[in-house]
């Protein structure tokens, strides 16, 4: 797969591990998404990088900590999560000067035992 | 912030009928709605988009139509084939931060 890719695609970790999500672009684009999908609330978003930059967080638990380290990687800490955190986790970018289309990644199927 | 509202929560049609999903944004100041198609296993993909300066926009089978004063757009599918069915998601795009709200999400499941 190209443009948008995550790693691991399927992950199952106990309430005590600690773990990262890992999102690349390769599309050259200058803002990048953290998004939950689960069946209470498809699409909710978490974090926005704008050039780098976090510029929204929305209300989301301190156990997830986003980091941004340049414009092509995007990564979702993960600590001491709870079993109602297991859901599908989207990353998704976009080009903020041009178009809003967001161009999402295959997403980490999470499991939180 | 912006809320987006999505109905039908499920759809089912027989091959070749049409499709309506509506959506109700709360943002007057929006301008952009995108749609977004999700089959099974996969990720979301843009199929369809408007912005608040057109009423209506078509893709060979696929149409958005959007209602500014009332604050609603619609996304229609003409003639349904079975490769339709997935999960279509209305979004609208915030203002403020240039972030996307998106709906819950309708499931359509088109039948031969």
């Known amino acids: 797969e190209t443009g948008v890719t995550q790693t691991p695609r399927h992950l199952v970790m106990g309430m005590t591990n600690k773990k990262s999500l890992k999102c690349e672009q390769h599309l050259g684009h200058n803002a990048m998404y953290w998004y939950k999908q689960s069946a209470k609330k498809p699409l909710e978003l978490m974090f926005v990088?704008?050039?780098?930059?976090?510029?929204e967080n929305n209300s989301v638990p301190s156990r997830f900590s986003p980091e941004c380290p340049n414009s092509s990687h995007l990564f979702l800490h993960l600590h001491t999560l709870q079993p109602e955190d297991s859901a599908l986790y989207l990353c998704?970018?976009?080009?903020?000067?041009?178009?809003?289309?967001?161009?999402f990644g295959p997403g980490t199927r999470l499991t939180v035992t | 912030g912006e809320n987006v509202e999505q109905h039908p929560s499920t759809l089912s049609v027989q091959e070749g009928d049409s499709a309506v999903i509506k959506c109700t944004y709360s943002?007057?100041?929006?301008?952009?709605f995108p749609w977004y198609k999700q089959e099974l296993g996969k990720r979301p993909q843009l199929i369809i988009d408007?912005?608040?300066?057109?009423g209506e926009k078509k893709d060979q089978r696929i149409a958005v139509t959007l209602n500014k004063t009332a604050k609603h757009f619609s996304l229609h599918i003409t003639e349904t084939q079975p490769e339709d069915s997935a999960v279509y998601f209305c979004a609208a795009l915030n203002s403020g931060y240039s972030t996307l709200t998106f709906g819950k999400g309708t499931m359509l499941l088109v039948s031969p």
């Open positions: 943002d007057s100041a929006s301008n952009y």
């Open positions: 998704a970018s976009s080009s903020r000067d041009s178009s809003y289309e967001q161009y």
């Open positions: 990088y704008s050039l780098e930059e976090r510029v």
């Open positions: 408007i912005r608040s300066n057109v």
